[in-house]
């Protein structure tokens, strides 16, 4: 299909009679024919991006425009009487929990947007994360059915089709490709498993609860079935065009681990060049060593998967026996180079009866990565340190980064029109260009404040619709929306305002410009401590918005089910990104640069990737807080004394106290007297206040009130939100993906 022939079918489109989802359909499958039409020869070197989780988001708006079809559409649609915004309520495709897989989205976009070819690999689950829904505060997980709209933007190969070996099952593993369009057409194959019930549930939910053997057992056949999809697929193809010859593998393939979960591909490409083409195990393993390399995306030792061997062994007994001769040859390695015995096991990728997909990726990857300048230096000089000493050549930076086509262009037209009037068009090709807006921020500054009161009055109507809350305009919108864990201190934030609400109360804070506080986040579902977290969020939110004497000042909102498309309204009318994770601990964080890149500023610590942004920016620009690493490592040294910080600080003392003395309600769970003693009195695994919360909450406390006194000169904080919009170049995923593709991949 040609471009006339869509605008024609668009032109000639019936939509009288016809609900939302059949004309969302109809629309897509004109531009899919369209776009595929003009799909690219394969290269002859491709990258393989293997993720547990593509959070691609909603694709209609973004095909559409990658296309060039978004405007004639939206065009088109108004003169039939429709407006193109009806298609919001297709939901997202959730086929990931957080930044993740959205930056796995974000690379696909970007390789296809610079023409570089990357294919993506993963799987297609029936259901999302969950749907989340907030019922007396508490979060409850329901079903994600994303697919009950359709899903035209994937076309199923049957053709194609691959078995999966487990001991006591046979999965067939069935390919659903979903093209990424751009100046070249890209793909993203999606497994979805198929047979008995029991293969059935390998593709139905992303991340199963695994506080059971049973669950383990299910995550380890997610992780190994589209690994072993993949990788027997790419063999495959390569004796189809160059013979049972395996030396050149490596000459036409490179496939990126995106963290842990795919590690199993190693032993699986091993394990199918030995056992199926009967190559020496040395030479396969060389060409695992050319093939493969690694991104580490966290320091938190739970997310460093470690496989109990009987798990292996019980439904992977070839890839258990692999992973030993991989391990005894590892052995040999570590003779050689003299190497004491505990750097051995430290770099062992076998030993207390586990494997260790950290210590695989390692030992056999030609590279491994960090996501931000500080974490890469945290691996190099901490989690790694000991295959860092033996194999420095082996680590490199590629700090993480977020497609502005999505972030900026579609999310934020308003802004982006009024860069390309600034500064031309050109940077919407060439995002260096956008630096040049350094130049003129100070000419455009009241227009930037009309386009940020446009985009917070669109979010307001849409916390209105979808939250039920009305939220004045001329509210400061502070926004902190992220996965729920303990370490990104969304607690921190929860007793910071309610530190304000009492300031404001007792009339010690004068002068405060109105202002709401926005939460998004799911937890995981066995997470109890992050679900309490939630609950105190939503008891906080309660109390402070039915409060006549504060209301009109301060506000708190939880939004339900947070997902790409809500980020995308958040994002655009936010002044203030909280970015407030424990030093050391955020590997580099994607939404900071999403806020960046739409004029807000950051008020965070410095960690991740927001020691980049304000390298960049200007701390003058953002607001940093809180100890940093070398502080937090000293902390954690010399000792931290939590209570004794609540005795000196009567504040401190209130807000968290609250938790406990019947100022709100858990429902008689618990879970708000677990949170107390976390933090004061610490747990089995932890000593009190392992994030340090406490510590860094003043701090917070502080940096959130001087935002609000800067905030008064509007036009003085405009210029540094524009600040940020200029500086923010750096951090688009094309940048990442070229690093990727000179430094790692070759293509």
């Given at each position: 299909m040609d471009r006339n022939e869509f605008t024609n079918k668009l032109k000639g489109l019936v939509t009288d009679g016809k609900t939302t989802v059949e004309l969302y359909n109809e629309i897509s499958a004109y531009a899919m024919s369209y776009g595929l039409a003009k799909a690219t020869k394969p290269a002859e070197r491709n990258a393989y991006y293997l993720s547990m989780e593509f959070l691609i988001g909603r694709s209609f708006y973004n095909?559409?425009?990658?296309?060039?079809?978004?405007?004639?559409?939206?065009?088109?649609?108004?003169?039939?009487?429709i407006d193109i915004n009806i298609f919001e309520e297709i939901e997202d495709a959730a086929l990931g929990n957080g930044g993740l897989g959205r930056l796995?989205?974000?690379?696909?976009?970007?390789?296809?947007?610079?023409?570089?070819?990357?294919?993506?690999?993963?799987?297609?689950?029936?259901?999302?994360?969950?749907?989340?829904?907030?019922?007396?505060?508490?979060?409850?997980?329901?079903?994600?059915?994303?697919?009950?709209?359709?899903?035209?933007?994937?076309?199923?190969?049957?053709?194609?089709?691959r078995i999966i070996k487990f001991a006591d099952m046979l999965v067939t593993a069935v390919p659903y490709d979903v093209p990424v369009f751009?100046?070249?057409?890209?793909?993203?194959?999606l497994w979805q498993a198929e047979g008995s019930a029991a293969a059935e549930k390998i593709s139905e939910y992303l991340y199963p609860a695994d506080d059971t053997e049973e669950g383990k057992l299910l995550r380890l056949r997610q992780e190994y079935f589209f690994s072993a999809a993949a990788v027997g697929e790419?063999?495959?193809?390569?004796?189809?065009?160059?013979?049972?010859?395996?030396?050149?593998f490596a000459d036409f393939n490179v496939i990126q681990l995106n963290d842990t979960h795919p590690v199993l591909a190693i032993a699986e490409l091993i394990r199918i060049l030995t056992a199926d083409y009967k190559i020496p195990f040395p030479d396969a393993l060389e060409v695992a060593k050319k093939t493969f390399a690694y991104t580490n995306h966290t320091v938190l030792p739970e997310a460093l998967e470690c496989w109990g061997a009987d798990l292996v062994k019980k439904i992977l007994p070839d890839i258990y026996a692999l992973l030993i001769k991989i391990h005894l040859r590892q052995k040999e390695v570590f003779e050689r180079i003299k190497c004491t015995k505990e750097e051995a096991l430290d770099m062992s990728i076998y030993s207390n009866e586990k494997f260790s997909m950290a210590n695989l990726a390692l030992a056999v990857g030609k590279s491994v990565n960090g996501v931000a300048k500080l974490h890469s230096e945290i691996l190099k000089n901490s989690l790694f340190k000991t295959a860092y000493k033996y194999y420095p050549d082996k680590f490199q930076?590629?700090?993480?980064?977020?497609?502005?086509?999505?972030?900026?262009?579609?999310?934020?037209?308003?802004?982006?029109?009024?860069?390309?009037?600034?500064?031309?068009?050109g940077w919407r090709n060439d995002m260096s260009l956008l630096n040049d807006l350094n130049g003129r921020v100070e000419d455009i500054a009241d227009d930037f404040i009309r386009v940020k009161a446009e985009k917070k009055r669109q979010l307001f109507e849409h916390l209105r619709i979808n939250e039920g809350v009305d939220i004045p305009e001329d509210f400061i919108v502070f926004s902190q929306v992220k996965r729920l864990h303990e370490y990104k201190r969304q607690l921190m934030t929860a007793f910071a305002i309610l530190e304000i609400y009492k300031g404001l109360k007792d009339g010690k804070i004068k002068d405060f410009q109105p202002s709401v506080f926005v939460f998004g986040a799911k937890s995981?579902?066995?997470?109890?401590?992050?679900?309490?977290?939630?609950?105190?969020?939503?008891?906080?939110?309660?109390?402070?918005?039915?409060?006549?004497?504060?209301?009109?000042?301060?506000?708190?909102?939880?939004?339900?089910?947070?997902?790409?498309?809500?980020?995308?309204?958040?994002?655009?009318?936010?002044?203030?990104?909280?970015?407030?994770?424990?030093?050391?601990?955020?590997?580099?964080?994607?939404?900071?640069?999403?806020?960046?890149?739409?004029?807000?500023?950051?008020?965070?610590?410095?960690?991740?990737a927001n020691i980049e942004i304000v390298e960049l920016a200007g701390r003058e620009n953002n607001y940093i807080f809180g100890a940093e690493v070398d502080e937090i490592e000293r902390l954690k040294k010399d000792g931290y004394d939590p209570c004794k910080l609540l005795k000196s600080n009567a504040l401190h003392n209130y807000a968290v106290s609250s938790l406990i003395d019947g100022t709100f309600s858990d429902g008689g769970k618990g879970c708000f007297k677990e949170l107390y003693d976390a933090l004061t009195v610490g747990a089995s695994w932890h000593k009190p206040d392992n994030y340090f919360v406490l510590h860094d909450l003043e701090s917070l406390v502080n940096a959130l009130l001087k935002i609000n006194s800067d905030y008064k000169d509007g036009k003085a904080f405009a210029v540094k939100q524009l600040k940020n919009t200029a500086n923010s170049a750096h951090f688009s995923s094309d940048r990442t993906i070229k690093e990727y593709a000179e430094d790692i991949w070759e293509i």
């Open positions: 095909n559409l425009m990658e296309l060039g079809l978004l405007e004639e559409t939206r065009e088109v649609l108004a003169q039939k009487g796995a989205a974000c690379f696909l976009d970007s390789a296809a947007g610079l023409g570089l070819p990357l294919q993506g690999y993963g799987v297609r689950y029936k259901y999302g994360l969950f749907k989340q829904a907030i019922r007396n505060g508490f979060q409850v997980e329901l079903p994600d059915d994303w697919q009950r709209f359709g899903d035209p933007w994937s076309i199923r190969k049957d053709n194609e089709k751009g100046k070249r057409v890209n793909n993203l194959r790419l063999i495959e193809k390569h004796v189809k065009k160059y013979g049972k010859r395996f030396d050149n930076n590629k700090t993480n980064g977020i497609t502005q086509r999505r972030w900026l262009m579609l999310c934020n037209r308003e802004l982006s029109s009024l860069i390309d009037g600034a500064i031309g068009d995981a579902p066995s997470y109890n401590r992050a679900k309490a977290i939630i609950k105190f969020i939503n008891e906080i939110a309660a109390k402070v918005n039915a409060d006549k004497d504060t209301n009109g000042l301060l506000r708190v909102v939880f939004v339900q089910n947070y997902n790409v498309s809500y980020a995308e309204k958040i994002v655009a009318g936010t002044d203030v990104s909280l970015q407030v994770s424990t030093a050391g601990l955020e590997a580099s964080g994607t939404g900071n640069m999403k806020f960046m890149m739409n004029g807000a500023v950051t008020c965070g610590t410095m960690d991740g």
